[in-house]
């Protein structure tokens, strides 16, 4: 983990903790090791640490994420949410903070070499959507199971009726590029309404959605709630919402934002390069998926806003898709203890 930064990986650890410890005869903790990629050179430091590491007294782990899933032990499970990208996708896209040097070169293969050993010796691997699972097989030649994350409050979430707004949840930053959903409300034709609620990660990215914002002159269209919100807001946010929207860069898993849409019977708007929320969001059939442009988000903007029937079908659609994958708690729990 990095210190002081919460997301979706620390609360899929809670809520698979407390699932765990609701389980007879399991008892479980979460084991969250400090961890920074800056400056690269010291990855090799954390592999150490956690390649050194010893848990001799628990009878199972279940690891989530580099390097803590480095950690040895003879009956390891490896539910993999992703791995250091930097050194494998990120860094064919120029994206990575590992250097193309010399020593950048040593480090990333460090890192795949790490990877390699601990992967061979996991009982089991599971990948939290295709998208991982495709990028495990084509980097490490490992094959896994897809075993997407659950719901973590499932009787929440559910259609509340249309207050006719489109609602953007989670996390705000450039990668969940939620200043796209502001840019495209300038250019479209109706009268659409958004709500964007969530942490902003740093105050630029509050700053950057208030100022397009004032630009734009959305001020009467465009609500902007920023700060950690008890589940019960976001929920109602959602059940009450036309449809939602989460345009994430190749998100690793589906998205506990996707998720909850979907489970409130509500359609997604997303892109074409979001990754895992893919396999849940169908163009014209769960949602609308379209290019990473402005004026393409602004045209599925427009159809939801002009069709509420439409929207109604493909959410309909959408929570039908969800329900048919059977992603539950007590399938996942009974999966990762087999």
Same mark, same amino acid.
């Given at each position: 983990?990095?210190?002081?930064?919460?997301?979706?990986?620390?609360?899929?650890?809670?809520?698979?903790?407390?699932?765990?410890?609701?389980?007879?005869?399991?008892?479980?903790?979460i084991?969250?090791?400090?961890?920074?990629?800056?400056?690269?050179?010291?990855?090799?430091?954390?592999?150490?640490?956690?390649?050194?590491?010893?848990?001799?007294?628990?009878?199972?782990?279940?690891?989530?994420?580099?390097?803590?899933?480095?950690?040895?032990?003879?009956?390891?499970?490896?539910?993999?949410l992703?791995?250091?990208?930097q050194?494998?996708d990120?860094?064919?896209?120029?994206?990575?903070?590992?250097?193309?040097?010399?020593?950048?070169?040593?480090?990333?293969?460090?890192?795949?070499?790490?990877?390699a050993?601990a992967?061979s010796?996991?009982?089991?691997?599971?990948?939290?959507? *295709?998208? @991982?699972? !495709? =990028? +495990? #097989?084509?980097?490490?030649?490992?094959?896994?199971?897809?075993?997407?994350? /659950?719901?973590?409050?499932?009787e929440m979430?559910?259609?509340?009726?249309?207050n006719?707004?489109?609602?953007?949840?989670?996390?705000?930053?450039?990668?969940?590029?939620?200043y796209?959903?502001?840019?495209?409300?300038?250019?479209?034709?109706?009268?659409?309404?958004?709500?964007?609620?969530?942490p902003?990660?740093?105050?630029?990215?509050?700053?950057?959605? *208030?100022? @397009?914002? !004032? =630009? +734009? #002159?959305?001020?009467?269209?465009v609500?902007?709630?920023?700060?950690?919100? /008890?589940?019960?807001?976001?929920?109602?946010?959602?059940?009450?919402a036309?449809?939602?929207?989460?345009?994430?860069?190749?998100e690793?898993?589906?998205?506990?934002?996707?998720?909850e849409?979907?489970?409130?019977?509500?359609?997604?708007?997303?892109?074409?390069?979001s990754?895992?929320?893919?396999?849940?969001?169908?163009?014209?059939?769960?949602g609308?998926?379209?290019?990473?442009?402005?004026?393409?988000?602004a045209?599925?903007?427009?159809?939801?806003?002009?069709?509420?029937?439409?929207?109604?079908?493909?959410?309909?659609?959408?929570?039908?898709?969800?329900?048919?994958?059977?992603?539950?708690?007590?399938?996942?729990?009974?999966k990762?203890?087999?």
């Amino acid at each position: 983990m990095a210190p002081f930064v919460r997301g979706g990986a620390e609360a899929l650890a809670c809520h698979l903790s407390a699932r765990l410890n609701a389980t007879s005869g399991v008892q479980a903790e979460i084991l969250r090791v400090p961890f920074s990629w800056e400056p690269f050179e010291h990855l090799a430091n954390e592999i150490f640490l956690n390649r050194t590491l010893q848990l001799p007294n628990v009878d199972r782990v279940i690891a989530l994420k580099f390097p803590a899933y480095l950690i040895p032990h003879d009956l390891k499970i490896l539910w993999l949410l992703h791995q250091f990208r930097q050194a494998y996708d990120l860094r064919d896209r120029g994206q990575s903070n590992i250097p193309d040097t010399p020593r950048g070169e040593k480090i990333m293969e460090l890192v795949r070499r790490a990877d390699a050993q601990a992967f061979s010796k996991c009982r089991r691997i599971f990948t939290i959507s *295709r998208v @991982t699972q !495709e =990028r +495990l #097989k084509r980097y490490n030649a490992f094959d896994s199971e897809v075993l997407i994350t /659950p719901m973590n409050h499932p009787e929440m979430f559910v259609n509340r009726g249309d207050n006719g707004y489109i609602f953007a949840g989670g996390r705000i930053n450039s990668s969940k590029r939620q200043y796209l959903l502001v840019e495209a409300m300038a250019l479209t034709n109706s009268s659409a309404r958004l709500i964007v609620a969530g942490p902003p990660d740093t105050p630029g990215d509050a700053d950057r959605l *208030r100022d @397009t914002v !004032e =630009r +734009l #002159k959305l001020e009467d269209r465009v609500v902007l709630d920023f700060g950690f919100h /008890p589940v019960e807001k976001i929920a109602d946010y959602v059940n009450r919402a036309r449809a939602c929207a989460y345009l994430p860069v190749d998100e690793d898993g589906v998205g506990y934002v996707t998720i909850e849409a979907v489970s409130a019977s509500k359609p997604v708007i997303t892109l074409s390069d979001s990754g895992g929320i893919l396999q849940l969001v169908v163009d014209n059939e769960t949602g609308y998926v379209v290019e990473p442009d402005v004026k393409a988000l602004a045209d599925a903007l427009d159809s939801i806003w002009s069709d509420p029937g439409n929207s109604k079908r493909m959410g309909k659609a959408a929570l039908l898709l969800w329900e048919s994958l059977n992603v539950t708690w007590p399938v996942t729990v009974e999966k990762l203890l087999s």
